[in-house]
């Protein structure tokens, strides 16, 4: 199993990115998606949540609105796209897939995501 996040980086206040999270070794339909995120010294907390077959999200209240997950089945991959970020949007950012009706989970290694002028 791997899940391989991508498209991290510098930006400024107000400015947008795409996160990419590549998966294989699983059944992408059969795995909830979510985006995580954790900044220094705070615990990790959930930032956008997908069900299996992409039908339903969900968002922390602090990017409602600005934020957008999604996942393209052909690709096995879950997207997170960022609109308008804050410096306090800076953070690793994860993808976690975890099993419908399971308890199997999976983890990425993280991309960093700074948000300074």
């Known amino acids: 199993v791997q899940l391989v996040e991508s498209g991290g980086g510098l930006v400024q206040p107000g400015g947008s990115l795409r996160l990419s999270c590549a998966t294989s070794g699983f059944i992408f339909s059969n795995y909830a998606m979510s985006w995580y995120r954790q900044a220094p010294g705070k615990e990790r907390e959930l930032v956008a949540g997908?069900?299996?077959?992409?039908?339903?999200?969900n968002y922390a209240d602090s990017v409602k609105g600005r934020f957008t997950i999604s996942r393209d089945g052909a690709k096995n991959t879950v997207y997170l796209q960022m609109n308008s970020l804050k410096p306090e949007d800076t953070a690793v950012y994860y993808c976690?897939?975890?099993?419908?009706?399971?308890?199997?989970?999976?983890w990425g290694k993280g991309t960093l995501v700074t948000v300074s002028s």
């Open positions: 976690k897939a975890v099993r419908v009706g399971g308890v199997l989970n999976y």
């Open positions: 997908t069900t299996g077959g992409g039908g339903r999200a």
